[in-house]
């Protein structure tokens, strides 16, 4: 007998299968199409589960930021949104980019955390406390963005990465003639990337790639140790959501159609779809910060465009779980015997209106207020235990530090 028997539907290697899930110790026993006997069953009756997913890129603030994100908010907020695990950019207030701060951040997010998390350094010209810090991950900025710091060297940085680098690209010299950030600031920059990774042939994973230019290059040059993400907002809104709403500023900016329609077009060869999730204040958003909130609505979106369609359950599972345990060597997340019982489970047919005043963030604005949606998540479970249900936190703070390939 099993401590939990998870019973109903499955995406397992690719097929949505009827049977039960076997959990004993925060790990998978046994996964069967027949019943399976648990001190504790939980029936599923309309919903599906997936691996845990995970988002690659997640602003949670905190530090000097409070007001906008802590940690135990933009957990929650992941949690709640069906996310397990979320990787913690650190361009924060102060930024990470010495080991004490990112002693400092490390200390922050034990206990506190309510997701899984991975931890960022980011890199200008620190080499030596880039590797004394062993952070989870790396990030460059190309060009200037929010926090205002980035790399005037970066094929020195990238080279000096002690692990996956997630680059922010976005050309200097584009953004310095125009502040709006054409299309031009990302493809040339993206260019000049492709063309150092080819050289150094280290790990390097691209950042909301939006633009036409930038997903075509990447995916020509097809370089096996380049990883990518795109972001749902690039993928369902454009440049006249922006102009209708201001609100919508984010970097990169959203584009015209003709680019939204190129992210969809590949959307099979897309490896990582990731959020961006950047909470500030509708103050700070209406004094013109860059950034959209975004972990209790990307799968929701997905599962919406599942409906419509527009792609498959195993695509959610492929490019927020399977795709970021490959670019970053996350190590124990496979759904299979042995690894954790970390699900997020989803009903493709419960439909529901977003609402950001019941949202965990403190970012109480969304681009997607008022509009219904055909599939929610339902239930989020982390080694076993539920830690979200009908849109309930359950439990305390138990998030983890995933275990990456860069330690």
């Known amino acids: 007998m099993h401590e939990l028997v998870l019973k109903g539907k499955f995406l397992f290697h690719g097929e949505v299968l009827e049977g039960s899930v076997g959990v004993d110790r925060g790990r998978i026993a046994r996964i069967s199409r027949l019943p399976l006997k648990g001190e504790e069953t939980i029936e599923l009756k309309s919903a599906i589960v997936l691996p845990g997913l995970i988002d690659t890129h997640v602003h949670l603030r905190d530090f000097r930021e409070r007001k906008k994100e802590t940690v135990e908010s933009g957990t ?72 205002g710091i980035y790399s005037e060297h970066f094929e020195s940085d990238y080279a000096c990465s002690p692990g996956v680098l997630s680059v922010h690209a976005e050309d200097p010299e584009v953004i310095a003639k125009n502040p709006e950030r054409p299309p031009e ?64 500023k984010v970097y990169p900016p959203l584009r015209t159609e003709e680019h939204r329609r190129a992210l969809w077009e590949n959307i099979s060869q897309v490896p990582i779809i990731a959020s961006d999730h950047a909470p500030h204040t509708i103050e700070d958003k209406k004094n013109g910060s860059a950034g959209i909130p975004g972990l209790e609505t990307e799968v929701a979106l997905l599962l919406d465009a599942v409906n419509m369609g527009l792609m498959t359950l195993e695509d959610i599972a492929e490019k927020m779980h399977d795709g970021p345990v490959r670019a970053f060597g996350i190590i124990g997340r496979e759904f299979e015997v042995g690894g954790e019982a970390t699900f997020t489970i989803v009903d493709l047919k419960k439909e529901w209106t977003v609402k950001p005043e019941e949202f965990y963030t403190k970012s109480k604005w969304s681009p997607w207020e008022g509009r219904r949606l055909k599939g929610k998540v339902v239930m989020t479970l982390i080694r076993g235990r539920v830690v979200m249900e009908g849109d309930e936190i359950v439990g305390k703070p138990q998030g983890v530090r995933l275990n990456v390939q860069s330690r």
Request: proline share 5%.
């Open 76 to 147: 929650k907020s992941a949690l709640h949104g069906g996310i397990t695990a979320v990787f913690d950019m650190p361009n924060t207030n102060p930024p990470v980019m010495d080991s004490q701060t990112f002693e400092k951040r490390l200390k922050l997010f034990k206990g506190r955390a309510y997701a899984d998390y991975a931890l960022g350094f980011l890199l200008r010209d620190n080499c030596r406390e880039a590797v004394k810090s062993g952070a989870d991950f790396y990030k460059v900025f190309m060009g200037s963005s929010t926090g």
């Open 185 to 248: 600031a990302e493809s040339r920059a993206i260019k000049r990337a492709l063309i150092i990774a080819e050289s150094l042939k280290k790990p390097l994973n691209i950042c909301h790639v939006s633009t036409r230019e930038g997903i075509l290059e990447i995916l020509e040059r097809s370089l096996p140790w380049v990883t990518f993400e795109v972001t749902p907002h690039h993928l369902f809104l454009t440049k006249k959501d922006y102009e209708r709403n201001p609100l919508l």
